[in-house]
Structure formats: C-alpha cells, structure tokens
C-alpha cells in the first residue's frame, strides 16, 4: 500500500506569472497617483519671472521744480498657484529735473528698513527710527547718522508716452553695501 500521494512539484511558470501579475497590478496601481502628484507640484517647480521694471506714473504727475513725489510700486504678484494684478511691492520717491530725467529712490532706510519721509520745508528726507536724515540726492547729511550707506537708487526708464518704468528691489538693511534681498 502505498503510504501517501506524492505532493506535485512547484510549478516555475506559475511562480513567474503571478509575480509579473504583482509587479504589472503594482505600477498600474502607482502611475496615476505619481502623475497626478507631479501635475499638482509643478506649478512648485517653475521659476517666476521678476526684478523687471514696473509702470509707476507718467511724467506729467512729477513737479517739474524737482520736488520729490512719493508712489506707491504695483506689479502682478505670481506664486505657485495665483496671480494676483497690482499687488503693492514697496515705493519709491521721484524727482524730476529740468532736463527730463527722473531719480528713483527706495522709500526704506538702509539703517533698520523703516520707511523714510520727505520734509517739503527742509528739503530733505527723514527716518524717524533712528532720526537721520539724508539729502535730495539720497546722500547722508550727518556723518554720525547710524545709516551704513544712503538711500537706495533705482533704474528708472521713461518710455513713450511719458511713463516712468521702475526696476524696483529691496536691499538688504544695517550693511554698507547694497546687497539685493
């Protein structure tokens, strides 16, 4: 009598199928999510343009007697997902002079960041923080002023049509030199 049925052998060709079976279900299964992860980042992954220059006002809102004028800078704000138009970056001081250009100035004072002002009576400009004040030109006036350099200029272009085009930046506050933030 024979004791027991001999058990069959592994079958190879059942072995390789059902592992080509888990391998093909398991990247069916991952393809779509991974790709519908990458869409969803991509936006992420893409670089904004910027530090071009800004439309900030026409020539004839500027006192031609060289009277320095405070605007407010506007540009299209662009994160990863958004665009947001006429979002406030910063401002500038104009002047304009007699032979038609214009001198831009960043309103933040290079000692601390705070906003500067201008003193129409006294022809200069002010930081209340730290109580200096800086000339028409942007030079520092006193030389024990805390600020470590003068205000910040910026590239200004007039385009047809009278319109002033600002590359506004921010620099960085409390160093001597003009590092862009």
């Not at 540009?75 to 002079?97: C, E, H, K, M, S």
């Not at 003193?119 to 600020?147: E, V, W």
Request: aromatic share 8%; charged share 20%; proline share 11%.
């Amino acid at each position: 009598m024979d004791p027991s049925p001999a058990s069959p052998p592994a079958d190879r060709r059942n072995f390789i199928t059902k592992a080509a079976a888990v391998v093909i279900g398991g990247i069916i299964t991952l393809i779509p999510p991974a790709a519908g992860l990458l869409v969803f980042l991509d936006p992420l992954r893409r670089k904004t343009a910027s530090g071009g220059p800004v439309l900030v006002t026409t020539l004839s809102s500027l006192p031609e007697d060289g009277e320095p004028r405070k605007f407010p800078v506007l540009a299209t704000r662009v994160d990863a997902w958004n665009r947001t138009p006429n979002v406030p970056i910063g401002a500038v001081y104009l002047q304009r002079f007699k032979d038609g250009t214009v001198r831009a100035l960043n309103v933040v004072c290079p000692h601390a960041g705070c906003f500067v002002e201008y003193r129409t009576g006294r022809n200069h400009y002010f930081c209340p923080c730290h109580n200096s004040s800086f000339g028409l030109d942007g030079k520092i006036q006193d030389p024990k002023s805390p600020s470590p350099r003068a205000l910040d200029d910026l590239k200004v272009e007039i385009r047809p049509g009278g319109e002033v085009w600002v590359t506004f930046q921010n620099f960085r506050a409390g160093v001597h030199e003009k590092i862009p933030a």
